[in-house]
């Protein structure tokens, strides 16, 4: 017996019929790549926005100045490595008691290096014991700080090493506590 409207009728607890697959056409491509260029030039608009904004802004020509420090900084600390090397074999492979000791003979004026706000940032210089493993810190100097939240900074040194490799290193400095009343 069939059912009225025609076709065939399961039997209860028998297989369920399966459906036939629709082929996709060439306009479903279409409309598919179309919709995926639409929501793309939607987000190019909104991120040239956003870094135009961005690099106006305070925190942008920051960080833009940061970035360039982080980029000259290697290069400045590898004439300095130069500057090491030459004055260590000139005195019996010792270290200069400060970076000061290396102009005019080494260098032609005292090392500077641009720091987190592209003025010449302090070099901290650490003068290497004869036992100072290779990849002891012989001059570092601060090439990116920043502080997104209140109680945290993340600060970025770009380091010379002893054995001549230049490195970078991160701190991340979170508060805890606040500092006892009346404390600088």
Not at 19 to 45: E, F, H, M, S
Not at 147 to 169: D, F, H, M, P, R
Request: net charge positive; hydrophobic share 35%.
């Amino acid at each position: 017996m069939q059912p009225p409207g025609g076709g065939y009728q399961y039997p209860i607890g028998g297989p369920a019929p399966i459906p036939t697959p629709r082929r996709a056409g060439p306009g479903c491509l279409a409309w598919g790549l179309a919709g995926c260029g639409v929501v793309l030039v939607i987000l190019l608009i909104v991120g040239g926005i956003t870094a135009s904004q961005f690099s106006r802004s305070k925190l942008g020509g920051q960080l833009s100045s940061q970035l360039k420090s982080m980029v000259d900084s290697p290069t400045r600390l590898k004439s300095i490595d130069r500057a090491l090397e030459a004055y260590k074999i000139d005195h019996a492979g010792k270290y200069p008691a400060s970076l000061k000791d290396l102009s005019p003979s080494y260098l032609p004026a005292s090392p500077r290096v641009a720091g987190s706000d592209a003025s010449p940032a302090p070099l901290e210089y650490t003068r290497p014991g004869p036992r100072a493993p290779s990849d002891f810190v012989v001059v570092r100097v601060s090439t990116l700080k920043i502080s997104a939240i209140q109680t945290q900074v993340q600060t970025v040194y770009t380091c010379l090493l002893k054995n001549g490799s230049i490195v970078q290193e991160q701190v991340v400095r979170t508060q805890l506590m606040p500092p006892r009343p009346g404390s600088p």
